[in-house]
């Protein structure tokens, strides 16, 4: 089991050539992007087109090429990201304060049948490749095996975390802590009555815990706020969602508890389990608490009835399955000007790729597709796929808009400050891990990946809700693009953290398992790092790299509230 992840995030660093200092991305822009800082008065070019910088332009950010008049259309990635609300000139750095958001309309009139064609990218390196995955009964392929328990309501959260601190030190799932040990020091000090100043923290490499059940990956409990006193479509969707989960090919139980009165009833769980697998057999055990005696005897049947649930688990033991059976999650978040260019496309070539091989892909986050709808809805292989992207994407936004808010604010500040200055901006790079390979299928919210090819999945683009929901659809692996650096994980997935520049993959090591830096600097192309990073989801999915987010314990899991609280 891998577990250093310099090869792979940092690697040996080569000699940087003199690195273009400005880039045009799509022939049609009518602005640049900065490679590196610029200064006022400097000169740069791209071919035979020269443009003064008149005023400083810092890296990640964007210029137009000629002067702007207040009302002109902004065009990145050739598509519409903004219009200038006010004068601009040639080589004027666009921010906030002269660019609003903007983009293009859309309806069912650009779908046209037949019409969309593709590249498929060269997969002969990875025809007929395998990974060591755990066969499930309805054909799919788990990238890891845990057990798992849920609880319906909020009311059982206390419950879950008695079962998480009773199972994970005892069976070997938890490691000892620096900060635990920093904490301990610091209380012996102030009962010795001496000064906590004196104490310093110390990380020590500790010895990996050795389980009892050594096939078992992991046991993940689902905390979350929901069950009960939302309308009924809410605690319908949280069914939804945890039957996603109890039936994912990379969960090998479920322990389920219920308080017994709440709106997610376990009945309904099992329904919506039943529709997402009809084969399912693996053992799924529920305890409803108001039909015990006391807390404490649900607590040890639970705990006695998932103890044998474990030692089934650990009956499973990885085999080779086709590269076809992974689902592979396409996700960015905390993005900056540089994901657009380098991470995401380098996402997109996978997609394709995994296309090309029939395997499947999963792009989310709808709100960050706004303004090149037109390009999915032309790639949409049908009429009824294309109608049911138009009609979720314009439904999501009315309702954000419905209660003040919309797509085009979308942006965060960390956003902004490196250079996603619009919404349209920030979806045009994002939708960039979607490739070019046509639009396999439209899902919503805790639907199952129901093909091969790439699949379009309505979730928010908050980091933890659209990861939630990819793993709920299917993922068995998820590759999450990072420009700032986040820690984002799932408790069953495993996430892979990708950087789009070097220098966030060395300033954060402990997040970062994979370096695109490279593209930026020319030292590598988008197809190249794309092979990387095929061989590190393969070692991945075979359990022999443990992404960093799974190392830190990163089990993420919020689930997506569309409608009130009542």
Known sequence: MRQSGIPFALGKREPTPTMQPVLQIDSRDNVWVALRDLKAGEIVNIGDQSVKISTDVNAKHKFPVQPLKKGDEVILYGVLVGKASEDVPAGALLHTHNLKHASEPFGIDLYEEGNHTWAAPDVTKFAGRTFDGYPREDGR????????????????????????NAFLKPLGYAQSSDYEDFAERLAKAERDGNPITDVLFESHDSPEARRLFPNVDGIRFLFHSMGCGQDRGDSNALCRLLAGYATHPNV???????????HAQISILREDMKKICPEFSRPVYTFEQQQYPSEKKL????I???????????????????????????KCGASDGFSGISANPVLGHITDSL??????????????????????????????????????MTDYNARAEAIGSG????????????????DAIKSAGAAKKGGTAPVADVLDYTEPVRTEGLSLLCTPGNDVEATTGMAASGANVILFTTGLGTPTGNPITPVLKIASNRQVAERLPDMIDFNCGAVIEGTETIPQAAERLIEVILETASGKYVPKAVRLGQDDFIPWKRGVSL
Do not use: Y
Request: glycine share 6%; proline share 5%; with cysteine.
């Open 304 to 330: 006695r009835k998932t103890f044998e649930g474990l030692q089934l688990a650990n009956q499973s033991k990885r085999v080779p399955v086709p590269i076809t059976k992974l689902v592979v999650g396409m």
């Open 407 to 422: 797509f085009s604010m979308n942006p965060s500040p960390g956003n902004i400050k490196d250079g996603l200055i619009t």
């Open 355 to 392: 296309t090309a091989l029939h395997a499947s892909a999963i792009l989310a986050e709808f709100p960050e597709l706004c303004g090149v709808e037109a390009d999915l809805i032309r790639r949409c292989r049908t009429k009824q796929e294309a109608e049911r992207f138009i009609r979720l």
């Open 299 to 302: 607590l040890e049947d639970a």
């Open 141 to 164: 392929a788990g990238t890891a095996n845990h057990w798992l328990v849920i609880p319906m309501v909020f009311c059982e959260n206390r419950n879950l975390r008695v079962l998480q």
């Open 252 to 262: 090998a139980g479920v322990t389920v508890l219920s308080l017994g009165c709440q």
